[in-house]
């Protein structure tokens, strides 16, 4: 059974940091592409980051030179670092793997929110 687990979220302040996480299960963790997604209210998901199995990282315009994706294999955890976060960051953020999320009916499970605000 794949299970991701996002934790980490919270409240910040603008130009604040959180760091996320993507706890992985039931994956050959070490070949797998993990990507992070979010959602807004109101908004479509949308893709932030991914890495690759071989650590290739992407990013999103929109959080380019913010955010930094990682990954520790020895734990099967992905990483978002969050620098210089804005009110538009705010959402419920996700991780999955790329291939899952281009499905529609992906499961994307509970994600954990991200606010930003003064």
């Known amino acids: 059974q794949v299970r991701l687990v996002e934790s980490g979220g919270g409240l910040v302040q603008p130009g604040g940091s959180l760091r996320l996480s993507c706890a992985t299960s039931g994956v050959i963790f070490r070949i797998i592409a993990v990507g992070w997604y979010r959602q807004a209210p109101g908004q479509q998901r949308e893709w932030v980051a991914s890495?690759?199995?071989?650590?290739?990282?992407d990013y999103a315009d929109s959080v380019k030179g913010r955010f930094t994706i990682s990954r520790d294999n020895a734990k099967n955890t992905v990483y978002l670092q969050m620098n210089s976060l804005k009110p538009e960051d705010t959402a419920l953020y996700h991780c999955?793997?790329?291939?899952?999320?281009?499905?529609?009916?992906?499961?994307w499970g509970q994600g954990t929110q991200v606010t930003v605000s003064s």
């Open positions: 890495i690759t199995s071989v650590g290739s990282t």
């Open positions: 999955n793997i790329p291939a899952l999320a281009r499905q529609s009916g992906s499961n």
